[in-house]
C-alpha cells in the first residue's frame, strides 16, 4: 500500500500545481484559454488518477477524462461528476496543445466548478484512504 499511497500524494501535488496554474493563466485573460484549459485538464487527470491510485484501481495510460471516470464508477468510486461533464476537458488534452485555432468547448465558470471539484474530491478520499492503512 505504501507505494500505491506514495504514488496517489504525488499526483495530487502534480494536480495541484495544474491548478494554481489554470488559475494564474485564467486570470491573465483571453490570450490563454486553450492553455489555461489544457492546466485544468491535467489537473483532473492527475486527481481521478491519484484516487485510481490510492484504491489499487488499475488504469491505462491515458489522457481520456471519461476513461478514468469510467474505471473509478465501476469500482465503487464515482467521482462527484459525470464522464460526460469532465469529458469536455478531454480536447484540451492534446488536440489544442497542438493547434494553434481558438476554440472554447467549455465556459470557464464550468470548467472552473469541475477543476475544484474533483481535485477537492481526490484530496478528501486520498486522505481518507491514507488514515484507513495507518
Given at each position: 500500500m ?47 488518477k ?11 495510460r ?39 485555432r ?33
Amino acid at each position: 500500500m505504501k507505494e500505491r499511497a506514495e504514488e496517489a500524494k504525488m499526483l495530487l501535488r502534480l494536480a495541484r500545481r495544474d491548478l494554481k496554474t489554470y488559475e494564474l493563466l485564467k486570470i491573465n485573460g483571453i490570450d490563454f484559454v486553450e492553455p489555461a484549459k489544457f492546466h485544468a485538464q491535467q489537473c483532473v487527470e492527475k486527481s481521478l488518477k491519484a484516487v485510481l491510485s490510492a484504491k489499487k484501481i488499475r488504469f491505462n495510460r491515458t489522457h481520456d477524462l471519461t476513461e478514468l471516470v469510467d474505471s473509478l464508477t465501476v469500482a465503487g468510486f464515482p467521482p462527484p461528476f459525470e464522464s460526460s461533464d469532465l469529458g469536455k476537458l478531454n480536447p484540451y488534452a492534446v488536440l489544442f496543445r497542438y493547434d494553434d485555432r481558438d476554440i472554447s468547448v467549455i465556459e470557464y465558470k464550468e470548467t472552473s466548478k469541475y477543476v475544484e471539484g474533483v481535485y477537492k474530491w481526490a484530496k478528501k478520499v486520498v486522505k481518507e484512504t491514507e488514515d484507513s492503512f495507518s
